[in-house]
């Protein structure tokens, strides 16, 4: 894994936000609280980083519905207290050797779905060896990391150099960048690095 380039808090909110907008998860919440607020979609499709009044509004959207804490800038409810200030933020390059280090957050579903080792690696295998129970969305992801095709970026964690990757946002994604394995065409993601990490619940 190789660091870019050192990214802002802001970039790291509007990045998940541009991707929840259109999972099947979120994206209804998100967009509904766009309309309630009575505030562009653009706001999160087209995130202008300048735009200090834009950068709050992201950064309230996210609060509500994700439990990020705008008082002291911390994951309340999702992640349960995850100080994000001190986190240095980087935009880093991943290969396929680093997809296999990936690690779903420790939620009893990604333990259960991976049999304990809570890799992405294991639950793509399970997915490959039975096509029929592949989901479409997973195939199609995994042929456009292949591709090379952009995709909107994962959000990961560690606690230093060589340390366990944790995927905070973009679990589907990792699955298929893991089910992608050697083909994977280099993409990049954003990294959230501390040592103060090592001490969360979820990693």
Same mark, same amino acid.
């Given at each position: ?25 979120? @994206? !209804?919440?998100?967009?509904?609280? &766009?309309?309630?607020?009575? /505030?562009?979609?653009?706001?999160? %499709? $087209?995130?202008?980083? #300048? ?64 049999? @304990? !080792?809570?890799?992405?690696?294991? &639950?793509?295998?399970?997915? /490959?060896?039975?096509?029929?129970? %592949? $989901?479409?969305?997973? #195939? ?64």
């Amino acid at each position: 894994m190789k660091l870019l380039l050192p990214v802002t808090l802001d970039e790291v909110v509007a990045v998940w936000l541009g991707a929840e907008v259109h999972s099947n998860r979120f @994206g !209804t919440i998100v967009c509904s609280m &766009l309309r309630r607020d009575g /505030l562009p979609a653009a706001l999160v %499709t $087209d995130p202008d980083l #300048t735009d200090e009044q834009a950068n709050a509004a992201r950064l309230g959207l996210l609060r509500e519905y994700r439990g990020f804490d705008q008082a002291d800038i911390s994951f309340d409810t999702y992640i349960g207290g995850l100080p994000v200030r001190d986190l240095a933020w980087w935009r880093v390059s991943l290969d396929a050797g680093d997809v296999a280090r990936l690690h779903y957050i420790n939620w009893d579903y990604w333990v259960e779905v991976t049999g @304990g !080792t809570r890799l992405a690696t294991t &639950l793509a295998s399970a997915k /490959l060896a039975e096509p029929g129970e %592949t $989901d479409t969305i997973d #195939t199609a992801l995994r042929d456009a990391f292949v591709a090379g095709t952009p995709v909107p970026e994962i959000i990961l964690v560690d606690s230093g150099p060589n340390t366990r990757l944790v995927v905070l946002e973009g679990h589907v994604r990792a699955t298929a960048m893991a089910m992608a394995g050697d083909n994977l065409n280099e993409c990049t993601a954003l990294l959230g690095r501390s040592d103060v990490v090592a001490d969360q619940w979820f990693y």
